[in-house]
Each structure stands twice: as structure tokens, then as C-alpha cells.
Nanobody
Framework: QVRLVESGGGSVHPGGTLTLSCTASGGKFGYNAMGWYRQPPGKTRDLIASITYGGTTTYVDSVKGRFTISTDHAKNTMYLQMNNLKLDDTAVYYC?????????WGQGTQVTVSS
């Protein structure tokens, strides 16, 4: 049973930087395409960035140019580098496969951007 664990969240000012990490205990990401999702307060959980095993990435427009998704298969870890954070980036951030039938959600990591 794969257990996803997100870490690296915190509180920053607008313009700040954070790097989130996602690890999988009890298994490996394998060849699955992976993604970072976020859920702002009172809103739905949405995919914001994805990466295939081969390294092809996609981003929603709101984070394009500011966020970078990457994976280290040797460490079985996925990252989300977040630069120039904005107030609207405040959310709980989750990682998961793009195929949501594979694994349960982790606990997420809170990112708060405030002035």
C-alpha cells in the first residue's frame, strides 16, 4: 500500500519561495505520471502541475513560469519549486498520481502566503 507524504509547506510573504517534496512509502511512483494538486480554503482540489515518467511537464496558467515540478526517481521523490508566491497560492498542497484510482491522498502540506 503506497502512502504519499507531502512536506515543505509553510508561511511566506508574497514573492517568497518554497519547495515542496512528495515521497511514497510502501512503494514507488514507478512509471506513473504524477501531479501536484492544491485545495484553497473553501474551494475544490485541482491539479496544478504534472510530470510524466519521461519528464514532460504541464502547468495550469496561474502557476506557469513560477512553479517547477520535478522528480528524482532514484529517491522516489517529487518536488514542486514555487517562486514568486502570491496570495492566491494559499492552499493545502497534495501530490498524487494522475490516475487517482491508484493511491489514497496524503495529508497534504499547508502553504500560506500573507502580507
Amino acid at each position: 500500500q503506497v502512502r504519499l507524504v507531502e512536506s515543505g509547506g509553510g508561511s511566506v510573504h508574497p514573492g517568497g519561495t518554497l519547495t515542496l517534496s512528495c515521497t511514497a512509502s510502501g512503494g514507488k511512483f514507478g512509471y506513473n505520471a504524477m501531479g501536484w494538486y492544491r485545495q484553497p480554503p473553501g474551494k475544490t482540489r485541482d491539479l496544478i502541475a504534472s510530470i510524466t515518467y519521461g519528464g514532460t511537464t504541464t502547468y495550469v496558467d496561474s502557476v506557469k513560469g513560477r512553479f517547477t515540478i520535478s522528480t528524482d526517481h532514484a529517491k522516489n521523490t517529487m518536488y514542486l519549486q514555487m517562486n514568486n508566491l502570491k496570495l492566491d497560492d494559499t492552499a493545502v498542497y497534495y501530490c498524487n498520481a494522475l490516475d487517482l484510482t491508484l493511491w489514497s491522498w496524503g495529508q497534504g502540506t499547508q502553504v500560506t502566503v500573507s502580507s
